[in-house]
């Protein structure tokens, strides 16, 4: 099964710009990995963020983005919250099934 | 508002069996492949497996593979996950997903706990 890897963890700065990424150990991630993102707050259910790489939910704020960057599936926050802080797991459809990254702990400090 | 309402966690025997259960509502259920995912404590998000609109297609990890059975009843708008042969490292807790590369992959509920241990 494929493996799929994201940054452990990133401090991010109130008001500043991250990027999380994901990358497959297949190859470069495209549209087609469809990827998701999703964000999980201690105790709570993951909530999806992203999907098919680009498109936001109607619950999505329009200051996180997907994007593809580098042969990786990407997120970008703008304008970090304190409430931003949380897991962070990217999906990817790879190699015909689902995968789950290892999660991205993001602090805002 | 996609809802999916997971049941039947709860503690069991290693060598045990499970059934779990999933109720969905505000989606169109049998239009959609649907899957279950697991969090262990402390740890991260696995998919496990997957079935497809009317259940004749099903693909699962390796590690669940021949001890986990999904299954739908589309008249019910519910998903079931079979768990046999249930191992110590099984312990999580257990989330219904709605599965679709066009329009993302929901989790809709508070997901249900399975502990194993003797």
């Known amino acids: 099964q494929p493996v799929v890897t994201q940054e452990p963890s990133l401090t991010v700065s109130p008001g500043g710009t991250v990027t999380l990424t994901c990358a497959s150990s297949t190859g470069a991630v495209t549209s087609d990995f469809s990827s998701n993102w999703f964000r999980q707050k201690p105790g709570q259910t993951p909530t999806s963020l992203i999907y098919a790489t680009v498109n936001r939910y109607s619950w999505t704020p329009a200051r996180i983005s997907g994007s593809l960057l580098g042969g990786k599936a990407a997120l970008t926050l703008s304008g970090v919250l304190p409430e931003d802080e949380a897991d962070y797991y990217c999906?990817?459809?790879?190699?015909?099934?689902?995968?789950f990254g290892g999660g991205t702990k993001l602090t805002v400090l | 508002e996609v809802k999916l309402v997971e049941s039947g966690g709860g503690l069991v025997q290693p060598g045990g069996s499970l059934r779990l259960s999933c109720r969905a509502s505000g989606l169109r259920f049998s239009n959609h492949w649907m899957g279950w995912v697991r969090q262990s404590p402390g740890r991260g998000l696995e998919w496990l497996t997957k079935i497809n609109e009317d259940g004749s297609e099903k693909l699962s990890v390796d590690s669940v593979k021949g001890r986990f059975i999904i299954s739908r009843d589309n008249a019910m708008n519910s998903l079931y996950l079979q768990m046999n042969s249930l191992r110590v490292e099984d312990t999580a807790v257990y989330y219904c997903?709605?599965?679709?590369?066009?329009?993302?992959?929901?989790?809709g509920g508070p997901g249900t706990l399975v502990t194993v241990a003797s």
């Open positions: 997903v709605r599965d679709s590369r066009k329009n993302g992959c929901l989790f």
């Open positions: 999906l990817l459809f790879d190699d015909y099934d689902w995968v």
